[in-house]
């Protein structure tokens, strides 16, 4: 059986993206050449963004079991179990293109799809997170660029009604003409309930829920993301995706309520590649087949073509499976929300797709070929040229500061270490009741109502770090948000990963990817955390210039008493502050050689894993024997701009601190050096011995550095600088640089 | 006494409401936008969020819900309303308070944990708090900035049906304790026979201490003082002057 | 029938997004701008002939599309 | 002198607030609005010539007034 529909050209195939090989070797699988719109159909699903076709063998090397892992990578997001019958289910992705093109528009859509790919397994949304990369503040687009993301992430996550807990914003000249807008979801499901997108029971309606469909986003996410951008990217342009924040909530709301029954066998939202993906991969899932009447699905505009309908991206979509009898239940739930809900079709048993429109066959395709047919890329891989030179780096060649005191109100002052607070107080971070605590401190922490339990939320990359050494880069997104997922009184459950590279048609993008893939594994092996679900985000360059590579990781930490939450700042004078951890001559990379030195160069802070582990298991415990009262990690800065953030990022007024300087190596590398697996902690002087016990059970270094006390922070000879001063230089900078 | 929590579509705090009510002690029941009893209920709190998205202008869709038309009549009858922050807009614009709320003076959303000054005692909503009492509450919205005509002002406050002013942690009305340009820095107002209350701030987001402390209890805690002394509300307290 | 409604903000209610427009025009340049109101424009399609569609027009307009305390309206039908 | 900016969503792009207002005015018996879109009305005065105003207003819009992606302009000076 074949479709009325004349077959294309080897021109249109080239038009959607398809190679000379793809497309024969499509025309091969279904053993005749496509119509048009099957053509459509198979470019999103082959495009790279469906098919990860040049990641796939890559990822392969990820761990993604282990004993608490109830879905791992390959759904719609990861599932572990938390304990009480209940389960964590979440997922990163990102909206890189549609970001750029229109930021309110693309990072709220961003916002809108990876909570759809939450609660479509019966998880409901408790928190938000999101992972941000800008161009230079002196870009002319940089501006207008975060403002539209951030009101546009604030604008979906606040009408939607859930919180915005966390994230990360780092501004680098690499990306002026690519921006990075990742987001994250976390949802909280019973074990037991967790709903998935395998597709079963021949008979069974196909069923259209949320929103009507229009011609947003044809080749949006699909091919947007698998192109680069250059001076056409204006023609390329598709039909901005608007999202509806208030249509979404009624979804979130009649899915979950749907899901309390048991008519559904099976749900997926429509997503990138819409109404084609949804279908073929549930379909496809589950080894069956699907008949689709086009004629029924809810559309937007009368006259719409089956192509865009199929390809359409329009938000606030729904396709699920039913129990062949409990149409009439679906449709009742639905309508009680005020949403469209229409049957447009059946599982079939014959391993197809077959669609239909005005009474004419319009594609009727193998689905195998489609969800598993395209090619699998080994793309050729080799480090970049200017590497090596890259990360020579002659400490002899760098000043030290005449003022310690002022380099470190500059520190405080860059926009990659100031304050965030005028980023995250657009985002409401209270909805729920869950906030325990909220941004502004290392890690996020929600409480799991009903249970003494709390799950705590970070998110990481340092691109400089993967520029310079992608291995180590890699690593360093992993331990960091371990670390500071640790430093919020929980131990480290699982990571979710999204990788954001330029072309994998580069052999130097290529080696990024493949050495930031291995950093990922060393690291989640050694820290013993699955990676149960991410994303990978090619192509993003502009003009031929490859964004850094970012490897965005955030990882997930259950408390097992929310009693045990931790944040990072000071409590009370007289309280002994202590450093987990050695700090060694290490400046490559560094925020301080950067913003200080204008240097991009050198080998990024090296990380012994097993070191990382015991600083992170001595820091836990101690937490867990309630001696802790602030816990830091050394990020961005180091151990000054560490200790400041401890002084000066509480909600009430600034503490100082005295603290000794034992610098056996370079000041200025003692003070802003990134030495990894460094926690400053603060505890009551009675409680000192005790934390040297544990620190010298674990063989960990334990320094204490001084005392929190006065108005002043004051480091050895070299900083005597007034909270107040610090305060100003770090709370404001951020907000200044955007009204400037 | 038994307090009823609206559920418009779009909604976002309802559940949080019923939650801080749980966790004060105080029983509640869900209404629905589409429902129009109040399932004898003795205080209605129209909770925070965006009904229907807030498209057009904050709260203006809701207000034609079903159960708002028995909203109406209950306050009519002297019934207790406490509208909270989107609820507030939907009183506004309901008409069952004067005044309206815009977009705020920076134009964009806020969260934040902001200070507020309880102006009045005599009042259902705040007989639980001492005069001038200095709360932290948590604010978190875009349209939130308070305006009326002068006349409307001057009457207000000749009533004394402002109930919550901004102000800084040392209890002072200033300029940079404003968060959203509220004219008159009012947080919160009452109606005539004090029997409706609408704020901007959250204070089912401050009863408990683990999350956003406890300064907020103070206004459901009031409630159920003024009901278990069993005086109608319609009668608690009438301003002079009126 | 199409019909065009203005709601515009009433005069002395405070219109923070107009002086932000007009501090941005400025700030492009545009220091000819002054007295920025932002307001809105609503494009509907109604039925019923002239003079029937202008009553529900000004109803629709009292009970929904303009908050009096702060708004004017003002519209027209037919094109 | 005086002029008028109307900004409205181009054509085929989603409306959720036109969506919404329909809805209502449905739900309070005005079934006889269709295809309700929601835009923005700007009015401000604008010095020199009509013209030379015209020029610049047009910039204005492309510049600030009107996001191009998603909207399309129209201006009246004069009054
Ligand atoms: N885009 C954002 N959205 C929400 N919160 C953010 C964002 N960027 C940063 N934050 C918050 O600001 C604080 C500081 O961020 P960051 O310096 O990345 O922390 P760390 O260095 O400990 O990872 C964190 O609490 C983080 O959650
Ligand atoms: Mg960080």
Known sequence: MTTSLPPVTEAQAAEHGLTPDEFRRFCDAIGRVPNLVELGVCSVMWSEHCSYKSSRAVLRGLPTSGPRVLQGPGENAGAIAIGDGLAVVFKIESHNHPSYIEPYQGAATGVGGILRDVFTMNARPIANLNSLRFGSFDHPRTRYLVGGVVSGIGGYGNCVGVPTVGGEIYFDKGYNGNILVNAFTLGVARADRIFRAKAAGVGNPVIYVGSKTGRDGIHGASLLASAEFDDTTEEKRPTVQVGDPFTEKLLIEACLELMEQDSVVAIQDMGAAGLTSSSVEMAARGGLGIAIDLDQVPKREAKITPYEILLSESQERMLIVARAGCEQQVMDIFTKWDLDAAVIGRLTDDGRMRVSAGGQVVVDLPLEPLAHGAPVYERPFAPPANLEELQRLDLGQVQLPGDYGQALLRLLATPNIASKRWVFRQYDSLVGSNTVVGPGSDAAVLRIKGTPRAVALSVDCNSRYCELDPYVGAMTAVVESARNVVCGGAEPLGVTDCLNFGNPEKPEVMWQFREAVRGLRDACNALGVPVVSGNVSFYNETDGRSIPPTPTVAMVGLLADVAHHTTQWFKSEGDVVVLLGRTREELGGSEYLASLHDMVRGTPPWIDLSVEMQVQQVCLQAIREGIVRSAHDCAEGGLAVALAEACIAGPHEPLGAEVELEADIRPDAWLFGESQSRIVLSVRKKHVNRLRELARGADVPCTVLGEVRGRRLRIGSLIDVSTTDLRAAWANALAQRMEE | ?242 | MRAKVYVTLKAGVLDPAGKAIERALHSLGFDEAHDVRLGKYIELRVEGDATQAANRLDDMCRKLLANGVIEDYRFEVGD
């Not at chain 2, 589409?34 to 399932?39: E, G, I, M, Q, V």
């Open chain 2, 1 to 242: 006494m038994r307090w009823g929590v609206v559920t418009f579509p779009g909604s976002l705090d309802d559940a949080d409401a019923r939650h801080a009510l749980d966790a004060l002690g105080e029983p509640s029941v869900a209404l629905w936008h589409k429902d129009r009893s109040l399932h004898g209920v003795d205080c209605v709190v129209l909770p925070g969020g965006f009904s229907y998205g807030d498209y057009l202008r904050a709260g203006a869709l809701a207000r034609f819900s079903p159960v708002m038309e028995s909203v109406v009549r209950f306050a009519a009858d002297g019934g207790l309303v406490f509208g909270i922050c989107n609820g507030f807009q939907v009183l506004c614009e309901s008409g069952l308070l004067p005044g309206a709320l815009i977009r705020n003076r920076n134009l964009s959303f806020i969260c934040a944990t902001v200070h507020c000054r309880v102006e009045e005692t005599d009042t259902p909503f705040t007989s639980a708090y001492s005069q001038a009492a200095v709360l932290a509450l948590p604010i978190k919205h875009g349209e939130g900035c308070y305006v009326a005509d002068p006349a409307t002002l001057q009457g207000l406050e000749d009533n004394r049906q402002v109930l919550l002013r901004y102000v800084d942690a040392a209890g002072r009305a200033t300029e940079d304790a404003n968060p959203n340009g509220s004219l008159r820095n009012i947080a919160g107002i009452t109606n005539p026979t004090r029997n409706v209350f609408g704020l901007m701030p959250h204070p089912e987001h401050a009863v408990e201490a683990l999350c956003g402390g406890v300064d907020g209890a103070g206004f459901f805690r009031s409630v159920r003082l003024t009901l278990s002394e069993g005086l109608p509300a319609r009668t608690a307290s009438v301003p002079p002057g009126l």
